[in-house]
């Protein structure tokens, strides 16, 4: 009996306003899809640290002889066969250093045809004018300070760079995006919330009379008050349900169809669907609790019992 | 039943206090008429048996409880041994006499089968017996506060508080509610009522307890409206 009763008065309370339910469904479903998203791109962005940092080099480039006349780090001319062992040496005794490994400017100029093939400056290269290296990885990626103290400036040393850099200038900006989309996320949630007080405000004035009378024949607060909350819960778990979809259909058409990143930047890892399927059961719950509590202290205030 | 210890009652932002040091008591099985002109404290004294006030100084004990130190989540408890009636019969419109009846009892989370029965039973008492499908805005007056009277007894409570029921009744009407409110008064439950209504006090000749600018001017067994009229 009790059930019964409780259901029929929420489905009387959400058809009874039924644009400020949809106001609330649509306001909860785009907050929450922005706190998914946000949330997955956080994901998105720690893999892709993980895939990259894994691969990064710090790159010690020593002078060739084209170097040695045009660049004034090079000045005491070309890198010598003693100075590269030596370099070799204090890279073997340094604690930070995991693995090093020499390329030579044969393998440069090799690697460059394959990455920039028939370009006319690829053709216009010599494999002289490519500079032999070390590439050196590290034990832990933030570390690479030491290694460009270490050997910055050393004779035969035309520069220490660190790929690790360029990386963090895009983890940035996707790391900024991110907060844009959490600022967003959190004034939609604001508006949400507002949107979900002023229809059980409506919804509680529009039905006082029976509330009155619930009132006076005794009914316990909690037996008042849960149709209104159910009802601001069964609307908000519609949004949540809505931007769960929203996450799945982004998901797919953004990495695996339609625009089909995957296949389009190979270079990078995607996250998974586990990724978005965890995130899943998170935004159902904050969508049914978070209008719950929205329309429980809402009702303190509009609904005296 | 009721009782009130020098009780007092002042509304925020009012100087005049709504009740001034009110004491008496009712006991069970009693009929109380509440006369005074408007603003003389009727509804404040009704408000504060229901805990819908609470009392600026003094007490109110109802059913032996003191209602100041009655928590807020036991006051729906403490109602459902109330029955309350108004002059604008508080229906639900878009409820069947039977259903309003039965809301009541949903709402205190009575069985389908209690309801089954106690509603006709309560019906035929108010003699409503047959109209049980009609809507409120079919019935007449008089027969709508018959259903809220229904709504009000069907739970048994052991105090019935009537705020003007006659208020918007012709006085043929008037009487036969009258002779109800005393039947259901003869089953031993307490009636307490607040009315305008000269010539049924004048009838009935019960208790009567007079309020005047919130002070209680008389409290007299077997009473009439009052002496001026």
């Not at chain 1, 010598?80 to 693995?99: H, N, P, R, W």
């Not at chain 1, 778990?237 to 799945?248: N, Q, S």
């Not at chain 2, 009130?4 to 099985?29: C, H, I």
Request: charged content about 20%; overall charge positive.
């Amino acid at each position: 009996m009790r059930a019964q009763f409780v259901l029929s008065e929420i489905g009387v309370g959400l058809r009874r306003n039924l644009t400020m339910t949809f106001a609330v469904v649509v306001s909860v479903a785009l907050s929450l899809a922005l706190f998914g998203g946000s949330l997955l791109m956080s994901d998105q962005v720690s893999t892709m640290k993980g895939y990259w940092y894994d691969k990064v080099n710090v790159s010690i480039f020593l002078c060739n002889k084209s170097d040695a006349e045009s660049d004034p780090k090079c000045a005491k001319g070309a890198v010598t066969a003693e100075q590269k062992d030596q370099i070799k040496s204090d890279l073997g005794k340094m604690a930070v250093v995991e693995k090093v490994s020499y390329e030579s400017s044969d393998q440069a100029y090799k690697h460059y045809k394959e990455q920039f093939g028939d370009s006319p400056l690829a053709s216009s290269l010599t494999p002289d004018q490519m500079q032999e290296s070390y590439r050196i990885k590290l034990k832990d990626p933030q570390k690479y300070q030491v290694i460009a103290t270490a050997f910055d400036g050393r004779a035969g040393v035309q520069s220490v760079q660190d790929q690790k850099g360029i990386l963090d200038n895009l983890f940035g900006l996707l790391n900024g995006m991110n907060w844009a989309a959490r600022a967003v996320m959190a004034m939609m949630l604001v508006v949400a919330l507002m949107l979900i007080v002023n229809t059980v405000r409506v919804s509680a004035f529009s039905r006082r009379r029976e509330t009155g009378i619930m009132r006076l024949v005794g009914a316990s607060g909690f037996y008042i008050q849960a149709p209104f909350i159910m009802e601001a819960a069964v609307a908000g778990l519609i949004g949540g349900g809505v931007a769960c979809g929203f996450l799945l259909v982004a998901r797919y058409f953004i990495i695996d169809h339609g625009l089909a990143l995957s296949q389009k930047l190979n270079l990078i890892n995607f996250i998974g669907w586990d990724a978005v399927l965890t995130k899943l059961p998170l935004i159902l719950a904050t969508s049914l609790l978070m209008p719950a509590l929205a329309a429980f202290f809402a009702l303190r205030k509009y609904l005296k019992v | 039943m009721i009782r009130f210890d020098s009780v007092s009652k002042v509304y925020p932002k009012q100087t005049r206090p709504a009740l001034r040091d009110v004491t008496l008591e009712v006991e069970r099985g009693e009929f109380v008429f509440l006369v005074g002109s408007s603003g003389s404290g009727k509804s404040t004294f009704l408000r504060l048996i229901l805990r819908e006030e609470r009392t600026s100084q003094g007490q109110v004990h109802v059913l032996g409880k003191d209602l100041a130190r009655l928590s807020n989540w036991k006051v729906p408890q403490m109602r459902r041994q109330l029955g309350t009636v108004f002059q604008d019969f508080r229906l639900l419109p878009n409820k069947t006499v039977s259903e309003n009846v039965a809301f009541a009892q949903e709402v205190i989370g009575k069985s389908r089968g209690e309801i089954r029965k106690s509603v006709p039973q309560v019906l035929d008492l108010v003699g409503l017996g047959g109209k049980e499908d009609r809507m409120p805005g079919e019935l007449s007056g008089g027969e709508q506060q018959r259903v809220a009277i229904a709504r009000a007894f069907v739970n048994r409570p052991k105090l019935l508080i009537a705020d003007e029921p006659t208020g918007n009744l012709d006085p043929q009407t008037s009487v036969g509610i009258m002779k109800l409110l005393d039947r259901i008064n003869r089953t031993g439950t307490t009636v307490l009522m607040a009315t305008h209504d000269q010539n049924i006090v004048d009838q009935m000749r019960k208790r009567v307890i007079e309020l005047e600018q919130g002070r209680l001017v008389r409290d007299q067994a077997r009473g009439v409206y009052g002496y001026q009229h």
